[in-house]
T-cell receptor, first 112, second 114 residues
Framework: RKEVEQDPGPFNVPEGATVAFNCTYS??????FFWYRQDCRKEPKLLMS???SGNEDGRFTAQLNRASQYISLLIRDSKLSDSATYLC?????????????FGKGTKLSVKP | GAGVSQTPSNKVTEKGKYVELRCDPI?????LYWYRQSLGQGPEFLIY????????DSGLPNDRFFAVRPEGSVSTLKIQRTERGDSAVYLC????????????FGEGSRLTVL
C-alpha cells in the first residue's frame, strides 16, 4: 500500500461547482498534513495546512480524520483558475521532518 | 525577493554521462530539499540539508546520486553514469526551518537521458 493515496482524477467540473478530494495515508503515526497545488509544468506551492479541528481559507476547507487516516479538501464555487493538480502531503512522526511524502495528486479541470 | 533558483532548467544528456544540477535557495532559509518528479507522479523525496549537513539522504536511489551544500547555501545534486530511468524533473525547495511544512520550490531542472 502506498504511503499516501489519492484519486488521480481528472475531476471535470463546471464553474461554480463544489468539488471534494480525498486522500488516505498509511502511517498512523503521521504528524503533519498539507495540501499543495501544482499548475501544469510548474512547481508545487503550499495551498494550506490541515489541522485536526479542520480549517477553512476562503473557498477552501480542509479536514483531517486521524482515526480513519483520511484527509479531505473541499473547494466551493469553483473558478477557472482553480484548475490544477492538488497534492496531498504527509510528514511522518519519528521520521525526519524534512521528508515530506507527496501523493500522486488529483487533477482538477474547471470548465466555463 | 528572489525565489529558489535552479539551473539548468533543461538538460539533455547521453546515458553514462555525469550531470550536475544546481540550486540557489531563498536567502536565509536554512533547510534545503531535493525531490524528483516523474510524469504523472507526485514529488519523490531524495535528500534534505539542515545547514551544511545532509540531515536525511534516505531517498537517494543509489550511490550514483550525491548532493552537497558546502557553505550552507547553494546546493549541487550530482548524478554519475546517468541512466534513462533518471529522466525526471528535479525539484529543489527551501524553507526557514523544518517544522512549518511550507516548502518553497524552484521551477525545477528537467533532465532527459537519451
Amino acid at each position: 500500500r502506498k504511503e499516501v493515496e489519492q484519486d488521480p482524477g481528472p475531476f471535470n467540473v463546471p464553474e461554480g461547482a463544489t468539488v471534494a478530494f480525498n486522500c488516505t495515508y498509511s502511517n498512523s503515526a503521521s504528524q503533519s498534513f498539507f495540501w499543495y497545488r501544482q499548475d501544469c509544468r510548474k512547481e508545487p506551492k503550499l495551498l494550506m495546512s490541515v489541522y485536526s479541528s479542520g480549517n477553512e481559507d476562503g473557498r477552501f476547507t480542509a479536514q483531517l480524520n486521524r482515526a480513519s487516516q483520511y484527509i479531505s479538501l473541499l473547494i466551493r464555487d469553483s473558478k477557472l483558475s482553480d484548475s490544477a493538480t492538488y497534492l496531498c502531503v504527509v510528514t511522518p512522526r519519528g521520521g525526519s521532518q524534512g521528508n515530506l511524502i507527496f501523493g500522486k495528486g488529483t487533477k482538477l479541470s474547471v470548465k466555463p | 525577493g528572489a525565489g529558489v533558483s535552479q539551473t539548468p532548467s533543461n538538460k539533455v544528456t547521453e546515458k553514462g554521462k555525469y550531470v550536475e544540477l544546481r540550486c540557489d535557495p531563498i536567502s536565509g532559509h536554512t533547510a534545503l530539499y531535493w525531490y524528483r518528479q516523474s510524469l504523472g507522479q507526485g514529488p519523490e523525496f531524495l535528500i534534505y540539508f539542515q545547514g551544511t549537513g545532509a540531515a536525511d539522504d534516505s531517498g537517494l536511489p543509489n550511490d550514483r546520486f550525491f548532493a552537497v551544500r558546502p557553505e550552507g547555501s547553494v546546493s549541487t545534486l550530482k548524478i554519475q553514469r546517468t541512466e534513462r530511468g533518471d529522466s525526471a524533473v528535479y525539484l529543489c525547495a527551501s524553507s526557514l526551518g523544518l517544522a512549518s511544512g511550507e516548502l518553497f520550490f524552484g521551477e525545477g531542472s528537467r533532465l532527459t537521458v537519451l
